[in-house]
């Protein structure tokens, strides 16, 4: 039997770095944290894009190796993949598809909603999660996903997703030119990642 969550992530002006630093964490946002002058770590936990429909869905790759550092303490002697980098998979593949969808169109994709969160195995090194997600709804401030990930055709981790998609000149006029370097870095690891389509 999984382990089932529900969780919902506030957006608010005044906690949207909080939140942020706390979740996200990963390549969605190092680039925010950089223009923004803060020190970041950065998680891309999408190797590799392996099919893409926009508007529809998407499947990702993402091999889990010994050397990513926070296997290190996450348990000595038993190294998993936490269950936190496995919903930010979920994340980050469907920023992808949603971004795609878009254009482009959006500097910042944030995770507002986690519904149905179930853990169903372990993703130890050497391992590879295969995510899929498809897109149940969208429109200009907000988009929403069912996403999964299994591990040797198992069940690994599965979820009900929102992401809020917005601007940072929404809220801040001046910010305008780092939307734009945020957009352009976006497309860049796009191209990287995003395998034979």
């Known amino acids: 039997m999984g382990i089932v969550a529900d969780f919902v992530v506030s957006s608010?002006?005044?906690t949207l770095g909080l939140t942020v630093a706390r979740f996200l964490g990963g390549c969605i946002w190092a680039g925010f944290f950089r223009l923004a002058g803060k020190g970041s770590m950065k998680f891309c936990l999408v190797d590799r894009i392996t099919s893409l429909v926009p508007g529809h869905s998407i499947s990702t790759i993402k091999h889990v190796s010994m050397a990513e550092e926070y296997l290190q303490d996450h348990f000595p002697g038993f190294s998993v993949l936490p269950g936190v980098m496995m919903v930010e998979c979920l994340v980050q593949s469907c920023a992808w598809l949603s971004r795609v969808t878009d254009d482009f169109k959006f500097s910042a994709l944030?995770?507002?909603?986690?519904?149905?969160?179930?853990?169903n195995n372990f993703l130890?090194?050497?391992q590879t999660l295969e995510v899929t997600a498809t897109m149940r709804s969208t429109d200009d401030t907000s988009a929403e996903f069912m996403a999964s990930g299994t591990v040797g055709g198992l069940s690994a981790v599965s979820a009900r997703l929102?992401?809020?998609?917005?601007n940072l000149a929404g809220r801040n006029p001046q910010l305008a030119d780092k939307d734009a370097r945020l957009i352009a870095s976006m497309k860049e690891l796009f191209e990287q990642i995003k395998g034979v389509q």
Do not use: C, D, T
Request: proline letters at 10%; aromatic letters at 4%; glycine letters at 10%.
């Open 12 to 14: 608010g002006p005044s």
């Open 110 to 119: 944030l995770l507002k909603q986690a519904r149905a969160v179930k853990f």
């Open 124 to 126: 130890k090194p050497g």
């Open 162 to 166: 929102i992401l809020s998609k917005e």
